[in-house]
């Protein structure tokens, strides 16, 4: 090792950016995974196992399309935010089934707590998810009803 490095002191401070930053692929969209050899899709994504399906390796990234429609809701007002959602009001916590047929947990925005249907259509969006210790904004998907 180098002298005129000395050695790393980690900062925890900005452990929570770098973090974010490394996942920055899995936040800014929906990843899952497919198996090219029988086509099954997976979501969250398989990384380093292989397919249940088939018990092929052939795992690769995919991104499943932006749109769907809410499967079921739940308000999330339970009086006590989660860490770092201070700044929000209740959510509107739903779980979409994506156009592919793929099922994810998210949230739809602009409702301030107010349940949505089943089978409304919604779109992904980027959005503010949470406020780190450091002040930094998190980004991440959540969803919007279509227009
Ligand atoms: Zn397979």
């Known amino acids: 090792m180098s002298g005129q490095f000395p050695e790393l002191i980690p900062r925890v401070e900005v452990q929570g950016t770098i973090r ?7 936040r800014y969209h929906i990843k899952g995974s497919q198996c090219e050899d029988c086509q099954e899709k997976y979501y969250p994504p398989r990384e380093g196992l292989d397919c249940p399906s088939c018990g092929s390796r052939n795992l690769n990234d995919y991104y499943p399309p932006k749109r769907g429609e809410v499967v079921t809701c739940w308000i999330d007002d339970v009086g006590y935010p989660a860490v770092g959602y201070t700044d929000l009001p ?5 779980v979409v089934k994506l156009e592919d047929g793929l099922h994810v947990l998210s949230e739809v925005v602009e409702l301030e707590g107010e349940p949505v249907e089943p089978g409304t259509k919604v779109n992904m969006i980027i959005r503010k998810h949470k406020r780190e210790e450091t002040g930094n904004w998190v980004y991440g998907y959540k969803f919007a009803i279509a227009k």
Do not use: L
């Open 20 to 26: 974010t930053y490394r996942t920055k692929d899995s």
């Open 90 to 94: 209740p959510r509107t916590i739903v």
